[in-house]
């Protein structure tokens, strides 16, 4: 599992990753695969409409665990770098 989840710039959950990926802030989205379609399609729709890569994460544990946060997550995103 990715450790940029737990120490970059990121995002969890769907409302807020489908805003990042809207605002072209997204540069790759984790999803959990026990995660109920309804939750993650309109994710997918969104990276595939904008080329945004998808990685598909086990579990929602294990996605929240990367997170660092002690819930279950079925979406993340890790943003873009604003430095120049």
């Known amino acids: 599992m990715p450790h940029r989840l737990a120490t970059a710039d990121r995002v969890v959950g769907t409302k807020q990753t489908v805003k990042?990926?809207?605002a072209g802030r997204a540069e790759v989205v984790y999803l959990a695969r026990d995660a109920d379609e309804h939750v993650t399609g309109p994710v997918r729709r969104?990276?595939?409409a904008r080329g945004i890569e998808i990685v598909e994460v086990d579990t929602m544990a294990e996605l929240g665990k990367a997170c660092s946060i002690e819930v279950g997550?079925?979406?993340a995103c890790v943003?873009?770098?604003t430095q120049n």
């Open 73 to 75: 997550a079925a979406v």
């Open 46 to 48: 969104e990276c595939a």
């Open 79 to 81: 943003m873009k770098s």
């Open 20 to 22: 990042a990926i809207q």
